[in-house]
């Protein structure tokens, strides 16, 4: 008998007729996910919980992935291959309590979510973004730029993708400053807000880090320093964070990840100029693709057959 795989991650239901052939080549019969127009970027508990008992495996994406959704799922649910490296939307205590294995990707997306990164930062020191702005609209800006050579960019989060920043912002001649406890040398979150002329966010999202970027982490920073985050949105804490850039004692803020995906149209983000905006794409590298959606199907071959 054919084992049912759910397919719900955002990346392998842009190219659905790929993978549909990809899955049933390896033997299994996909069952796939509504769109994510009618569904957002991941699925929430409900949504969820509509397939419970229907499936062998599933290539999750973000989806909400609870207690009660693997509960639900069981008996018959073995295994879980998460699309990509975060994992903070399924309670991996749960499962490793109920013996659903969950499988992803760590470490693929380094270099594709470094270079945004540094792209980010670029787009902000030197006013990229806002003099493409400008010259759209009919005007001919100068706005007086810093370079990157012997400014302090102070890393939250050095594992992969947090090393690999780090690696092309020495490149630039920056010096390096951590908080990462599981790296030593770290230095204390309010410490390295005060030094760093960027601060760039690389970490895992946990229950102890959210809003690790609060008001009075935002206070600590520099006077016209920037901060970057391309790891998870509820790190940062947008109310603070609007607050600091309106003030004018934040330079600016480079962002892919939001509390709130999509990005609500009433975000006071939207009309601030000293912020860039993307769309949580920052791994959406082509190479980093392809080495991910290979390892998804082998993490889920690895138990399915």
């Known amino acids: 008998m054919m084992a049912q795989v759910l397919v719900s991650n955002i990346m392998m239901l842009k190219e659905r007729d790929r993978f549909d052939a990809a899955l049933r080549a390896m033997g299994h019969e996909p069952l796939w996910a509504p769109d994510r127009v009618t569904y957002g970027q991941f699925m ?7 397939f419970a008992g229907e499936v062998d495996g599933w290539l999750a994406g973000d989806d909400r992935i609870t207690r009660d959704v693997l509960s639900a799922f069981l008996p018959r649910l073995r295994v879980i291959a998460k699309w990509g490296t975060g994992l903070d939307s ?19 997306f380094a270099d594709a979510v470094a270079e945004v990164a540094i792209g980010l930062i670029l787009m902000l020191r030197r006013h990229l973004a806002a003099i493409d702005r400008a010259i759209r609209a009919g005007a001919w800006p100068k706005p007086q730029g810093v370079e990157l050579r012997g400014a302090t960019l102070g890393m939250i989060g050095l594992g992969a993708i947090g090393g690999r920043i780090a690696e092309l912002g020495r490149a630039f001649g920056m010096e ?20 760093a002329d960027v601060v760039c966010l690389a970490c ?27 790891a998870r949105g509820p790190l940062v804490d947008e109310a603070a964070l609007v607050a600091a850039l309106e003030s004018g004692h934040l330079g600016g803020a480079g962002l892919d990840v939001f509390e709130e995906e999509p990005l609500p149209a009433s975000s006071p983000l939207r009309r601030l100029d000293n912020v860039v905006l993307s769309s949580h794409n920052a791994n959406n590298g082509l190479r980093a693709v392809e080495a ?12 399915l057959g």
Do not use: K, W, Y
């Not at 999202?205 to 985050?229: K, Q, S």
């Open 44 to 50: 929430d508990e409900g949504q969820c919980l509509a």
């Open 176 to 195: 390096v400053i951590h908080h990462d406890p599981f790296v030593a040398g770290s230095v204390p979150p309010l410490d390295l807000a005060a030094r």
């Open 292 to 303: 991910v959606h290979a390892n998804t199907l082998r993490n889920l071959a690895s138990v």
């Open 90 to 108: 399924i309670d991996r205590a749960a499962a490793a309590e109920l013996g659903v294995p969950v499988l992803n990707s760590p470490g693929a």
């Open 204 to 230: 895992a999202l946990t229950p102890e880090n959210r809003h690790i970027v609060d008001a009075r982490f935002l206070a600590a920073m520099r006077r016209g320093a920037i901060l970057v985050n391309v």
